[in-house]
């Protein structure tokens, strides 16, 4: 497949032979990523041919006629604001197929027909950008609210829960909630952060997912938690950094292929890290503060199973646990806020536990190092799939040990 920075060079027929080439091969790729970039490629292909004629894609009209079904399909669609009578032509006589061809073309009428009465998307100028609402930016734009203390966690479970709230309060763990703010400018190399791209020691391998470089998700400057509880369990300085596959951050767990995280204990001479190939996505920057928790389990995990076998108990559990969750926060934007941690409990998307985790009373099975919610930096919001939570785990021995590289993954959406 010629690189992207070739096309210019490339004939009209190259150019062809490339996208059908492309449109051939797409189906094997399991990885979304790959998969994506490799859509990506066709793209930039039809713009070229676009461009050098004047719009009309006369090169491609060919392939309306080419033997295989899909490469009339796709080519047909490239023609939809282009000639519209080709197209529907086409793609009815495609209709009638008894296959995943067909299937597809009639899905495609569907789509068009909708697109006749509101307007194609490709034809639309570019919407102006629209500042975020005020209720999503609330949380960059203010520090965090001081926490519940531990002795108000305890009298607020004694109140509600007086039978349990004794083994429940032997479960509180201390956790380092990470509260998003507006990135500076002149941000610091070593601050902490995520999304945006990272700095790495000189000679760093950026991580990969068989083809695909993993995308950046942040990085937490170890120096920066000094005094908060559970920082003991981290390492005193350097620069802990996160890496995921296109398709376990982004949801697609069915091909996901896992994690990497490293820690950096020379934080004076990093440099900008370049992956191999370009990024399919790059995460909003956005720089951290932090502050100390006190982390109760979610109401649906195991260990509270354990203790709490009545619904009603459960769901006043449940109601306690939130007001610690919230604590501070102005009830009309609880849900519009980030609640990523270090340490702590999972917060549970799924009312499940996460399935890499086992024996949560074994001392030396896996824990939560990092949860991240969505986050917003006041111009941009990012999320994990629909309504979704990233969970990075290891087990103690391993934390205690600082081998980061068997850090596991889990990740639950809505």
């Not at 909708?114 to 734009?141: C, I, M, N, T």
């Not at 920066?224 to 996160?242: N, Q, V």
Request: hydrophobic share 40%; aromatic share 8%; with cysteine.
């Amino acid at each position: 497949m010629a690189d992207k920075d070739d096309l210019s060079s490339l004939t009209d027929a190259q150019l062809v032979a490339a996208y059908v080439e492309n449109v051939q091969a797409y189906d094997a790729i399991e990885h979304v990523g790959a998969a994506n970039r490799h859509f990506d490629h066709r793209i930039r292909i039809v713009d070229e041919l676009k461009r050098r004629s004047a719009g009309t894609l006369q090169p491609l009209r060919g392939l309306l006629d080419h033997t295989d079904p899909n490469v009339r399909l796709t080519a047909a669609i490239r023609f939809r604001t282009v000639d519209h009578a080709a197209y529907e032509r086409t793609v009815r006589a495609l209709a009638k197929r008894k296959d995943t061809v067909g299937n597809d073309a009639r899905e495609s009428l569907r789509v068009d027909a909708h697109f006749q009465e509101v307007g194609y998307p490709e034809l639309a100028k570019d919407a102006p950008h629209q500042p975020l609402p005020s209720r999503v930016r609330w949380q960059s734009e203010h520090l965090p609210p001081e926490p519940m203390t531990r002795a108000a966690i305890k009298a607020l479970l004694a109140d509600t829960i007086p039978d349990a709230a004794a083994p429940l309060m032997r479960l509180a763990r201390p956790a380092i909630g990470l509260w998003p703010q507006r990135p500076d400018p002149d941000m610091p190399i070593g601050a902490s952060r995520l999304g945006g791209m990272p700095y790495a020691p000189h000679g760093f391998q950026w991580p990969m997912a068989d083809t695909e470089p993993m995308l950046f998700v942040g990085h937490i400057n170890c120096s920066e938690l000094h005094d908060l509880p559970g920082a003991e369990r981290l390492s005193s300085s350097g620069l802990l950094a996160f890496f995921g596959d296109h398709d376990s951050v982004t949801g697609c767990l069915l091909t996901g292929r896992g994690v990497a995280v490293f820690h950096w204990p020379d934080i004076n001479h990093l440099l900008p890290a370049t992956p191999p190939i370009e990024l399919m996505m790059v995460f909003p920057l956005c720089a951290l503060v932090f502050r100390a928790l006190i982390d109760l389990p979610d109401p649906f995990s195991t260990v509270v199973g354990d203790i709490l076998t009545d619904e009603e108990q459960v769901s006043s559990y449940a109601a306690v646990r939130d007001a610690i969750r919230h604590y501070g926060i102005p009830d009309e934007l609880h849900s519009d806020c980030g609640f990523g941690k270090l340490l702590g409990w999972p917060s549970l998307v799924q009312q499940d536990d996460l399935d890499v985790l086992g024996d949560a009373a074994d001392p030396n099975d896996f824990r939560l190092l990092l949860q991240l919610d969505q986050y917003s930096n006041g111009e941009e919001l990012e999320g994990w799939g629909p309504g979704g939570s990233l969970y990075f785990v290891m087990r103690d021995c391993d934390l205690r040990q600082g081998r980061f590289d068997r850090c596991e993954f889990d990740m639950q959406c809505t």
